[in-house]
């Protein structure tokens, strides 16, 4: 396992998929995060370099893994001018995982081309514990020849590993199967919020959901939480606040109708604005029982 791998942004996903990769034999070479504790702590953690520079990150490692938040954060860490990943990137391999919009991998994609770098999607579709174990749902888009050279790498991230197709593909099934996990999750709040208000026993109406057509993974996971009103956060609400306006905006951008979407979409914002984004994505159910927060 020759390749040196660097991460930028070391929250919980990232680092938890260094930690991983580490214990998979794999040379971690250097951790970079906007909060540098995070940063420093992990790279003492992991024996890895803290990187205080993005150009030291890309100089450190021959294939370098992205998780920031949001498309303003993506390009900021590819800038064309001043610290950069893409400073003597000719030859590196960029794996970018952040939920972002398709349009934005498609523009790190041209940047880091004109370096003589490569890129390519490693969008996630799992939490936590998953990044931790090396059982991530990858979809991955991008150059296949690239796929195949970091698809090794991969394996060791996620015991689902599917390529999607060309650069920014991968980022709008991302945003569908976001949308309709989103909107399942608005829709089990709502279903369990009325069963309160009616007064039935929600143990036994999650069970029965649990039987018939109202099953899902959404009520699997965060059915009991919104019940009991545990939100530990594994997916925000303000990731899904953004996931949704991605999808929803890429319907706009299509024609296409989706008022479901739009109502989600309503629905995370407003998680937001009450102050209750970093919530679980299970505590827009705070907004549906009566007595909570609406």
């Excluded at 650069?167 to 089990?188: E, R, S, Y």
Aim: glycine share 10%; charged share 20%; proline share 2%.
């Amino acid at each position: 396992m020759s390749d040196k791998i660097a991460f930028v942004g070391v929250g919980r996903m990232g680092a938890n998929m260094a930690r991983r990769l580490k214990e998979c034999g794999y040379n971690v070479s250097a951790v970079y995060d906007v909060y540098k504790p995070s940063a420093a702590a992990l790279a003492k953690e992991i024996g890895a370099k803290h990187a205080k520079t993005l150009a030291a990150v890309t100089a450190a490692a021959d294939v370098i893994i992205t998780v920031v938040t949001d498309d303003a954060s993506q390009l900021a860490i590819f800038e064309t001018t001043g610290d950069s990943l893409l400073t003597k990137a000719k030859g590196k391999v960029f794996i970018n995982c952040a939920t972002i919009t398709p349009k934005t991998h498609v523009e790190v994609e041209r940047r880091a081309k004109k370096v003589g770098a490569k890129t390519l999607e490693g969008c996630m579709a799992s939490s936590i514990p998953q990044a931790r174990n090396g059982t991530l749902y990858l979809m991955c888009g991008g150059a296949k020849k690239t796929f195949n050279e970091v698809k090794p790498i991969l394996e060791k991230l996620s015991t689902a590993l599917r390529y999607v197709g060309k650069t920014g593909q991968a980022a709008q099934v991302k945003a569908l199967v976001n949308m309709v996990m989103n909107i399942n999750t608005a829709g089990l709040a709502e279903g369990l919020g009325l069963g309160d208000a009616l007064g039935l026993n929600l143990d036994m109406l999650r069970e029965i959901f649990l039987q018939t057509g109202a099953n899902s993974q959404v009520l699997k996971t965060d059915g009991e939480d919104m019940q009991n009103r545990d939100h530990e956060c594994y997916f925000s609400g303000a990731h899904a606040a953004k996931d949704s306006t991605i999808a929803w905006t890429l319907g706009c951008e299509s024609g296409i109708n989706m008022p479901l979407a739009s109502a989600t979409k309503t629905q995370f914002d407003k998680m937001v604005a009450l102050g209750l984004g970093d919530l679980d994505k299970s505590g827009v159910a705070e907004l549906t029982f009566k007595g909570r927060h609406a």
